[in-house]
């Protein structure tokens, strides 16, 4: 037993030696790293926004000679590792990362929970986490447990509220009836959204007329629509997840659920949503949305060049912003130090691709909830702190 | 009636997924955790072929099946077939396939996400009503339910009224004995596992006309085969269609008469109550 | 014509069988007799290919056979009925029958020999849709006999086949071993029943702990007063 | 027959049926076994004794009839109930347990069972039976390093570790050679000196001539003959039972 | 106590006690693998000593380990964390006896299965019970808990699955599991309940399971079925409790190591291909090492050669038996 326990201890020393070997020190660059899911039940939402947002990012960075800071410009390099979707794995990457590796700087992972789950780490070795892929109630809770969290896609009860106050608007301008069909995914966003909504849609002088979730990894949703039809309603309503989105339209379509406003919740701002539905997706409403601008139409241009793939209408363009803030914020300060950019980050505003925003108070000020195609774009359509959305169009027919 | 045409058609879907594992598990006695892995593949191929020629992806099965087959037949010939020497007795084998399977379908993953990246691939086929008794159904559910009953329809035959069938069926049924009336044992589980891995690839052509898939959503669909095949005993291809069929119309009924958040549960509610009445499923036989 | 030249088996460091050479001729019974653990299924098992040897050859018409895989002996024209009878319950009568002419040298004659086993067993004639499951001991033997007869084989092994029969039905199997012997094959079969067994033998060797202690014709060896203490017992 | 309620009966079986599907195994077998008995339980391959001796231990419940141990109705229960309540067996095959040494072995049977033991006490019983059935100096022993003999000694010894009431003797003999069988006699001899209520199921013959009280003889899962060995062995239902058609 | 084992009982506290040492020598990456350590070795561990003697592969560990997680995540407000996390404990017991007693007749491919089964279940349960009480509170776990604490929680209860496990080895339940092990009809003519014997264990294995969740929940702060259900989880479990070898206490340990620092080793040189090269490993495993590290290590006592050496000679026979 004696040489057994040795012969381990032997073991694991080798193997600690094996893993120091794996950070190099030159620093004739800046070393970012990114943690997500390329594997697992986020990978593929992962896919669509944050590993070619970081891309991109950095792509541009080093295009145009680096990251300008105090010691002289200084490439990006951008280290990327797979949490599998397992929180255990995001932890001990984004650990290894500070204490072990001691880049530069880490980005934010991705999903709420995950992001959650490092935020103790995120603290305690004092960097920044501007968390692009995290809605949360609890953002006050949050951000004054972590002074390093910040929020920048807002509340779960945002998103239910502008969603139920694009109905109301229509509602109340008489272009549809009180009539509304909810369905939601049971799994943590999906369930969340739904528990926020159901009071909403009463204070809004909605009649529930179908409420049922069904589970993550339903196989036909063809059930659901029937039973949804049924209830005759006028707007139809999802607090759904990427695959169930997809599935929930098709059948939608096929039984043809003529409600005058469709709305499904994450995934309809994805590229491949148009892609696959083309006219159909017409005035389909979603969770996202983005401003029109002509630098917003550069950008969908450039990720496309660079990474190869379509931005998504949400997360996408949300997250190349926030890393226009950091890079603002590295240069502001002129150092990777990570106090100092945390600093930064509660004292200034910044300039980005979707106008000026303000992040001092750990959180957006003002941010796109509701998105609807029209024309082959993704209109914002609702949203927080914005004065001005483009108007919201009746669905009709498929 | 709509539950029950909804719930053939998803039937049909189960089928596709679970038929395939049933001939690797229930002949060659490899339990393989990355039939699901398979399954994606063979969409990812009918995805493929329909973006860069928009071409019915029904087409895909020209290539995608006589490929799966090779595959299939290598992986067994290579990794399995050691397994299969050095395991002892049955247990060891079943162990030793979990895990090894369990490795393989990591590698399927991680060759997916280098050839075709991590998002979302889907594509729209078929998507129109099509109308039975009045009410509307996917046609693309019903192509596809349609390759379903074919592809049972031949297996069946198959596997009766042919003398490689019955080679087949003799191997599940007993294989310590197949080698007694001259069977080749290990020529012949390769075939079986090669077919399964084919049946399974062509099943993911005909899902991907209506399902959406990624990199990582193999698991998925080989939790979903592993239920239906137990469900219907391991060795009998009846037994996996029966079970197919009969999960399809419970969760339809589930789903339409009590609350669709509960069709899941009521899946495995129904697979653990047939294994506490029958413990070795559907079409079963204690070993005598 | 089959030959096992010291053959031995081993399970681990235990020792089955050691050194055990016997032939086997057309048209003539050899039986091996032995106590219940002496190495009679092992040796059978060894010859059938399914269990490995590790000493010793084994030879079919001259040609070597040893660690050949099972199929491909049955190929050579050894037919085996283990002791558990190794029929294929969930198949039918039928099925199996035909399972037994699945090697290449048989399936020319498959349906000649169809008709045979079927004179031989005419039960099996009247039962051939049924499932082998719901089938009796003596059927079953029947079937895993006849579709042993289905591979056209030289040589028939047979490993203990009077177990779990009515002594009825054993006589009536013994009878038929020597129908089947008369149409040029040669049959040996492991028993523990020496005296009907000896009763259609020609020939038997005696096997205790693995080692071969004797060997006769069955005549002689039925009037040898040690075989007769060791297993005719009294009775 | 001696009927059920007298107090030196151990066991009765009574009705006793075992269908497997369509197969009739045991065919109303009714017999009964005194304290301090031991009875031969004969018959040819295949007539339905091992069945019978299964549904006494619990491993096969049986499909109609009683069986009761002391007047207590055992049939029906789990195998380990059974053995608790005083029947412990041999198996046909010989059983060993391979990763245990020969006196865990032993040992096995006399924790659980009828007498419960542990500790040292436990030990030192399993070392007394090892040496009753003539096994000495190997209780550290792998038990698969042992004869055929010597583990059939192993699991007479683990089946007395539980000090049953009555034991069951599956074809402990079969197997072993002339001199091994002299031995192995002896041995059951010894344990009928001692007063054991044994049933055996046994070929040999002779054994049963020199160690049962009485014979119950079976064929085709039915009883056709039961008392003195020489009076069974001289009916000539059973000779034809056992020999057939004089053909072979 | 024999000398031996009070040797052994001396040098299983010193080991315990050094590994305590971890958060004071480093309070950051090692500190975290460390608590992956724990954590997997108590869920391997107590997963052995249900399915070790009784060779039922259970693949039922996420589903006890979600059950702990959510009780902690559902009812934080309504109790402390440590009753809570005791509670956790006692639901799991009394879940895996309903279990336990519904599944006895199922065995071999079907028990894997259907454990596999049972953890989808729950998960769909609590999914859909999350959507009709409408608790959306109930998923974050927000009470301090840090890293040193957790571990030395996760170390303590690891310390009491292996005193559990040393307790029943040495009693008649653990006597009774190695005769079932061997022989499951002897057990049962032996006087054993063998349908008992497994429940009990099953019951003590997936407490224990619950009570990890229960731990583990503030750490990760945020509860989601997906999540605290993975299947994943449970087959990482079996995997390192085979590679380590199942048939001695500290079996499972010796997987939990190696595996945590291969993966580790893996993810951190290889983040392109961290899943295809697990892949990899996995199957390298599989073949090379078949009877787990024990089997290593006793192979190598055995040859007296060393670990290349007892690698190399199983190539030599793979390939030989490939051939």
């Keep these: 037993m004696q040489k057994r326990v040795l012969l381990t201890f032997t073991a694991a020393a080798a193997v600690a030696g094996l893993l120091g070997l794996g950070a190099a020190n030159a620093q004739d660059t800046v070393k970012i790293s990114v943690v997500g899911p390329r594997t697992g039940v986020m990978a593929s939402g992962a896919a669509v926004t944050h590993w070619p947002g970081f891309k991109l990012w950095a792509h541009e960075i080093n295009a145009r000679g680096g990251l300008k800071l105090k010691a002289g410009q200084k490439k990006v390099e951008l280290i990327e590792y797979d949490d599998r979707s397992m929180p255990g794995e995001t932890i001990k990457a984004v650990e290894r990362l500070a204490a072990q590796d001691k880049v530069d700087f880490i980005m934010p992972v991705y999903g709420t929970g995950y992001n959650l789950a490092v935020a103790p780490i995120f603290a305690k070795y004092g960097y920044p986490q501007v968390t692009q892929a995290a809605v949360t109630d609890q953002i006050d809770a949050l951000t004054k447990r972590y002074p390093t969290l910040f929020f920048v896609q807002g509340s779960t009860t945002s998103f239910a509220t502008s969603a139920i106050n694009v109905l109301k608007n229509l509602k109340d301008e008489g272009k549809i009836g009180n009539r509304v069909a909810v369905v939601n995914v049971a799994d943590a966003f999906g369930i969340e959204l739904a528990n926020a909504g159901r009071p909403l849609f009463k204070q809004a002088g909605f009649e529930i007329v179908y409420d049922k979730s069904y589970p993550l990894g339903t196989q036909d949703y063809a059930p659901v629509i029937k039973a949804a039809k049924a209830a005759n309603p006028d707007a139809f309503v999802a607090w759904s997840y990427p695959p169930d989105t997809f599935g929930l339209l098709e059948q939608a379509k096929i039984e043809g659920l003529n409600v005058k406003a469709y709305y499904s919740a994450v995934a309809v701002a994805f590229p491949a949503f148009l892609g696959k539905y083309g006219k159909a997706a017409e005035n389909v409403l979603g969770a996202g949305g983005i401003q029109d601008s002509p630098a917003i139409r550069d950008y969908y241009k450039r990720h496309k060049e660079v990474t190869g793939v379509d931005a998504d209408y949400w997360g996408s363009p949300i997250y190349y912003s926030f890393l226009q803030v950091l890079q603002q914020a590295f240069e502001g300060v002129g150092s990777m130090d990570r106090k100092a950019i945390t600093a930064y980050l509660k004292k200034n505003k910044f300039k980005t691709i979707i106008g000026e925003i303000d992040i001092r108070n750990q959180r957006l000020d003002k941010y796109w909830t509701v998105g609807q195609w029209q024309d082959g774009f993704f209109h914002a359509v609702a949203g927080v702190g914005f004065s001005e959305y483009k108007p919201v169009k009746l669905k009709t027919g498929w | 009636m709509d539950i029950i045409i909804i719930g053939l058609l998803l039937g049909g879907t189960y089928a596709l997924m679970a038929m395939g594992l049933q001939l690797q598990y229930g002949v060659a006695r490899i339990m393989n955790l990355a039939n699901g892995e398979i399954l994606v593949c063979g969409a990812f191929g009918a995805i493929w072929f329909f973006t860069a020629s928009k071409m019915s992806p029904i087409y895909a099965l020209i290539f995608v099946v006589p490929i799966a087959f090779v595959v299939n037949w290598a992986i067994y010939q290579v990794m399995m077939l050691p397994l299969v020497k050095r395991a002892k007795n049955q247990g060891q084998l079943e162990v030793d396939s979990i895990l090894a399977t369990f490795g393989l379908s990591f590698i399927f993953i991680g060759i997916l996400l280098a050839v075709f990246g991590g998002e979302f691939l889907t594509y729209s086929y078929l998507a129109t009503p099509f109308l039975i008794f009045g009410e509307p159904y996917a046609l693309n559910r019903i192509a596809a339910f349609l390759g379903s009953v074919a592809l049972c329809a031949g297996l069946y035959v198959w596997l009766h009224w042919t003398r490689a069938g019955l080679t087949l069926r003799a191997i599940a049924v007993n294989p310590a004995a197949a080698g007694l009336v001259s069977i080749n044992v290990p020529r012949a589980s390769a075939l079986a596992f090669a077919l399964g891995g084919a049946v399974t690839a062509a099943g993911g052509v005909l899902l991907s006309m209506f399902l959406t898939f990624d990199a990582s959503l193999g698991v998925i669909f080989t939790l979903k085969a592993l239920v239906i095949v137990i469900m219907g005993g391991v060795s009998d291809v009846r037994g996996a269609i029966l079970a197919a069929f009969i999960l399809g119309l419970t969760e339809t009924a589930v789903a339409t008469l009590v609350d669709p958040g509960l069709t899941l549960a009521a899946a495995y509610v129904l697979f653990i109550a047939i294994l506490l009445v029958r413990p070795e499923g559907l079409f079963g036989r204690r070993s005598t | 014509m089959l030959e096992s030249r010291n053959l031995s088996v081993f399970y681990g460091r235990h020792r089955a069988v050691e050194n055990v050479s016997i032939t086997v001729s057309a048209s003539e019974i050899v039986v091996m007799l032995g106590a219940n653990g002496a190495g009679k299924s092992t040796f059978l098992r060894a010859i059938a290919g399914q269990t490995p040897s590790q000493g010793g050859t084994v030879l079919m018409d001259g040609a070597e056979i040893t660690h050949h895989p099972p199929h491909e002996i049955v190929e050579a024209g050894i037919a085996t009925v283990p002791e558990d009878r190794g029929v294929f319950a969930e198949l039918t009568v039928h099925e199996n029958l035909t399972l037994g002419a699945h090697p290449r040298r048989a399936r020319p004659h498959e349906a000649a020999n169809l008709e045979r086993v079927l004179t031989l067993f005419p039960r099996l004639a009247e039962r051939r849709k049924q499932l082998v499951r719901t089938m009796s001991g003596g059927e079953r033997q029947m079937v895993a006999v006849g579709r042993a007869m289905m591979s056209a084989p030289s040589i028939l092994l047979l490993d203990e086949p009077s177990l779990g029969l009515s002594p009825l039905l054993c006589g009536e199997l013994f009878r038929t071993l020597r129908r089947i012997k008369d149409t040029g094959v040669g049959i040996f079969l492991v028993e523990q029943n020496a005296k009907q067994s000896l009763a259609i033998a020609d020939r038997g060797y005696l096997l205790d702990n693995g080692h071969i202690v004797g060997s006769d014709t069955a005549e002689a060896l039925s009037k040898d007063e040690k075989v007769q203490t060791a297993y005719l017992g009294g009775g | ?248 | 106590m024999t000398g031996g084992e009070k040797r052994n009982l001396i040098i299983s506290v010193l080991v315990f006690l050094v590994a305590a040492l971890l958060p004071l020598v480093n309070n950051g990456y090692w500190l975290s693998i460390g608590v992956s350590v724990a954590m997997y070795t108590v869920l391997a561990t107590s997963w052995t000593l249900f399915s070790g003697p009784t060779n039922y592969i259970a693949l039922s560990t996420a589903a006890f380990f979600g059950i702990g997680m959510y009780i902690v995540a559902a009812f934080l407000d309504w109790a402390p964390y440590p009753v809570l996390v005791l509670i956790a404990g006692i639901v799991g017991a009394l879940f895996a006896a309903v279990i336990g007693l519904a599944t006895l007749r199922i065995a071999g491919v079907y028990f894997v299965i259907f454990t596999l089964g049972l953890a989808e279940l729950v998960r769909q349960i609590v999914a859909w019970m999350q959507h009709v009480m409408g608790t959306s509170s109930g998923l974050y776990v927000l009470i301090s808990m840090t890293d040193p604490i957790l571990y030395w929680l996760l170390l303590g209860l690891s310390a009491i699955v292996f005193l559990v496990g040393w307790w029943i080895g040495r009693s008649r339940l653990g006597f009774a599991l190695r005769i079932i092990g061997n022989d499951e009809v002897v057990a049962e003519h032996s006087g054993i309940s063998t349908a008992r014997a497994k429940v009990v264990l099953f019951i003590i294995s997936s407490a224990f399971a619950s009570l990890t969740g229960a731990l583990v929940a503030p750490r990760w702060s945020y509860v989601e079925p997906t999540i605290a259900f993975s299947p994943f989880l449970s087959f990482q479990v079996v995997i390192m409790a085979l590679l380590g070898g199942v048939h001695r206490l500290w079996g499972p340990l010796l997987g939990v190591i190696p595996f945590t620092l291969l993966w580790e080793l893996i993810s951190a040189n290889f983040p392109a291909q961290t899943t295809l090269l697990l892949g990899v490993a996995f199957l390298l495993i599989v073949y090379f090492i078949p009877h787990g590290v024990i089997g290593l290590i006793e192979d190598m006592i055995r040859h007296r050669h060393g670990m290349l050496g007892s690698v190399v000679s199983t190539l030599q026979r793979w390939k030989s038996g490939n051939a």
């Design chain 4, 1 to 248: 027959m001696p009927s059920p309620s007298s107090a030196d009966v151990a066991l009765t079986v009574t009705e006793v049926f075992k269908r497997f599907g369509g197969l009739v195994a045991v065919d109303g077998m009714s017999f009964a076994l005194a304290e301090n008995e031991v009875l031969g339980l004969i018959g040819p391959n295949g007539s339905g004794k091992t069945t019978m001796m299964n549904l006494i231990s619990g491993a096969l419940k049986p499909s109609s009839g009683r069986i009761q141990l002391y007047g207590d109705k055992i049939s029906g229960a789990p195998a380990n109930e059974i053995a608790q309540k005083g029947v412990a067996r041999t198996f046909q095959i010989v059983r060993m347990l391979p990763s245990l040494t020969v006196i865990e072995n032993v040992a096995a049977g006399g924790v659980f069972g009828h007498q419960k033991r542990w500790g040292a006490e436990l030990h030192d019983h399993a070392h007394g039976l090892l040496r009753r059935v003539g096994l000495e100096n190997v209780d550290d022993v792998p038990v698969t390093s042992l004869t055929y003999i010597d583990q059939k000694r192993v699991e007479l010894a683990r089946a007395l570790a539980s000090d049953p009431k009555v034991l069951l003797l599956d074809e402990w003999l079969a197997g072993l050679n002339p001199t091994e069988l002299k031995t192995g006699i002896a041995l059951i001899e010894r344990l009928r000196a001692e007063g054991r209520t044994i049933i055996i199921v046994e070929h040999v013959m002779d054994a049963i001539r020199s160690l049962c009280d009485r014979c119950v003889v079976m064929n085709s899962g039915a009883k056709i003959a039961e008392g003195t060995p020489q009076e069974v062995l001289a009916d000539s239902e059973v000779i034809r039972a056992y020999l057939g058609d004089a053909d072979a």
